[in-house]
Structures are given as structure tokens and as C-alpha cells.
């Protein structure tokens, strides 16, 4: 049989009516906040896969600028190992000619 001090120890552990009154209007609480946070997460994708849409856009113009500078940039490389071949032969041509007619050149 139970006593009187059984009852009060397992009233302690054992949610009553009251308690189990409270959580459920607090699970109320949570699933309205919960919804109210789900609207603002619908409205926000939305806007949030525009704004990424505008980036993706913005870096491919980017890539393209930056790939014709490389372009340019390779050119201009080529055309400067040219001139640099050219002035070379020039120099030595400079120096061979100067040497046949024995006019001495300072470095």
C-alpha cells in the first residue's frame, strides 16, 4: 500500500495537470515562433538567390575583364622578348661596325 510519503515523493517527480497546462501553452508559443521564422526564411530565399544571382553575374564579368588582361598581358610579354631580341642584335651590329671603322666605344 502507498503512503502518504510515497504519494508526496512520486507528486514530485510526476508532472501534474498544471505543469503539463504550462508546456503545452508554451509548445503553443514555440510553434508560433517557429512559424513566424519560417515566413521570414520564405520571404528571404527568394531575395537571398536573387542577390546570388547578381554576384554570379558580377564575378563572370570579372573573370572576363581579368582573362583580357591576361591576354594582353601575354602579348605584351611576346612583344617586349622581340624587342629586347632586336635591340640585342642591334647592340652587336652596333659594336661590329664600330669595330671596322676603329671607332672605340665606352661601356
Do not use: C
Amino acid at each position: 500500500m502507498l503512503t502518504n510519503n510515497d504519494i508526496q515523493k512520486l507528486s514530485e517527480v510526476f508532472a501534474s495537470k498544471h505543469d503539463i497546462t504550462e508546456l503545452k501553452h508554451d509548445v503553443g508559443e514555440l510553434k508560433k515562433d517557429v512559424a513566424q521564422i519560417k515566413v521570414k526564411i520564405n520571404h528571404d530565399i527568394p531575395e537571398m538567390k536573387k542577390d546570388l544571382e547578381g554576384l554570379r553575374e558580377s564575378m563572370q564579368i570579372l573573370l572576363t575583364g581579368m582573362d583580357g588582361i591576361a591576354k594582353v598581358m601575354g602579348d605584351l610579354r611576346m612583344e617586349y622578348t622581340g624587342m629586347a631580341m632586336q635591340l640585342n642584335r642591334h647592340e652587336k651590329w652596333i659594336k661590329e661596325l664600330a669595330n671596322r671603322i676603329g671607332i672605340a666605344l665606352n661601356d
